[in-house]
């Protein structure tokens, strides 16, 4: 390996560093009180260091949900396959549902923790490509379920969050452990169990 090849490999590999290190303390401290030295201790660098990379914690923030938005949408690459659009809707939350609970700590970033969403909405670039892409993805396949004859009387817009959110708030009391509430022997598959109990409403639809 010649020297510019290892000084790339280093400075993704610090990247990566800078990355976990941020999204440890994002998680056990809240983005507020994580600061740019919190995270350079962490992983044992001055401060400027990371200023290299990113320039300041909303665009390390940005940075761990594009991270989470493109492994969800490589998840749901395999839809391309199934052709009928109920189907697809279905299958949609099932992959959901797997990558929140398989990746919880990634989900409750991307979606639950409170985010600087203002660093995107004062860009003028695509920077949220990814999360853009994911809600439309959703919201096509709704659209083509609609045009099959399902879903009458809805407006899509409303639906399309509609769905996303019974299925995201399914997953988010779970991840953060509300359901205690409920029956002891209910708690393991809850999310599945009503996840499967959306469907039969869907169903009907």
């Known amino acids: 390996m010649g020297v510019a090849e290892r000084k790339i490999r280093e400075k993704e590999e610090l990247k990566d560093q800078i990355l976990k290190a941020a999204k440890r303390l994002f998680i056990e401290r809240g983005f507020e009180k994580t600061s740019i030295r919190n995270i350079a201790d962490e992983i044992e660098y001055s401060p400027g260091i990371i200023y290299h990379y990113f320039q300041d914690k909303n665009e390390i923030f ?10 969800l949408r490589k998840r749901m690459e395999i839809l391309g396959a199934v052709d009928d659009p109920m189907s697809r809707l279905k299958a949609m939350g099932k992959i959901y549902i797997q990558f929140a609970l398989e990746n919880s700590d990634m989900y ?9 969403i203002d660093f995107v909405e004062k860009r003028d670039d695509q920077c949220w490509i990814e999360g853009d892409s994911t809600f439309n993805q959703l919201r096509s396949t709704v659209h083509q379920c609609m045009q099959k004859g399902h879903f009458k009387g809805h407006k899509l817009e409303a639906l399309s969050f509609m769905i996303w959110s019974t299925v995201h708030g399914m997953v988010s009391l779970k991840i953060r ?3 205690i509430v409920l029956n002891a022997a209910e708690i393991d598959q809850i999310v599945e169990n009503s996840y499967h109990s ?8």
């Open 62 to 71: 940005h940075a761990l949900h594009q991270e989470g938005f493109q492994e």
């Open 108 to 116: 409750d970033l991307m979606f639950i923790i409170e985010a600087p």
């Open 198 to 205: 959306f469907l039969l409403i869907l169903d009907n639809c």
């Open 177 to 179: 452990k509300r359901v």
